[in-house]
């Protein structure tokens, strides 16, 4: 019979304070989650482009742990991370859910983010996670960028999902090898109906960050401030 025990796990991030902080003046918070066997090291470098210095940025690290080869060299590895897999999803997302809540919670009480003024940045398989986030607490963040990623499998199915006030930046990859481009147009259309706006942009990349949509995600932001 199945059952489980629960332990203290760490969660590792990395934060960055806009450098002329007024003590009085709230800023807003961008919390930046980086793809399959990404880092947050690798992940808190774009979200800083994108901040420009004006937010608090948080670059959270996935919990979970791999080895993954450097190349075609046998002997290389190096250590990824990422945020779950199809094996007790449920317990994964949850956790997800948890962090976020909690990196607002410090950030507006530590480091005087305004809550009303989060934004959540997510690549890759994060992207998921974070949709699963703002469908599911539908008056906590004012807005989610969304790069080379999907909406969740059971978006149809899950009771938890609703119309939320989220505003939704959707940036797809016109040579994903993982989300073809009519997949995309079936995630516009799914987002479409519970966003409380949608930007939808194609832009000419593989499955990568591409650093040619940051100038506008960083407007997107802006003029939803």
């Known amino acids: 019979m199945e059952q489980f025990l ?14 002329h902080q007024h003590a009085k003046k709230r800023r807003p918070l961008l919390i930046a989650l980086h793809g399959f066997q990404g880092n947050k090291d690798s992940m808190m470098r774009l979200a800083r482009r994108v901040a420009d210095g004006k937010m608090i940025v948080i670059s959270l690290q996935g919990p979970n742990q791999f080895w993954f080869r450097l190349g075609e060299d046998q002997n290389k590895y190096n250590v990824g991370f990422g945020w779950g897999t199809n094996y007790k999803m449920e317990d994964s997302v949850e956790l997800h ?56 499998h059971d978006w149809n199915e899950n009771s938890r999902y609703q119309p939320s006030l989220t505003h939704v930046l959707h940036i ?28 939808f942009r194609f832009y000419q990349s593989t499955h990568r960050f591409p650093r040619a949509a940051i100038p506008h995600i960083r407007r997107w932001i802006e003029n939803h401030l």
């Open 6 to 19: 629960t332990a203290r796990l760490r969660c590792y991030y990395e934060i960055d304070l806009p450098q």
């Open 172 to 199: 797809a990859a016109m040579e994903d090898e993982w989300y073809t481009r009519e997949k995309n147009l079936e995630f516009r259309r799914q987002l479409a109906g519970r966003a409380a706006s949608l930007d």
């Open 97 to 152: 859910h948890r962090n976020i809540l909690a990196l607002i919670d410090l950030a507006a009480k530590k480091h005087r983010a305004d809550p009303a003024r989060v934004f959540l940045l997510g690549f890759s398989q994060a992207c998921a996670y974070n949709y699963r986030f703002v469908f599911s607490h539908p008056h906590t963040v004012r807005g989610v960028i969304a790069v080379c990623g999907g909406v969740p």
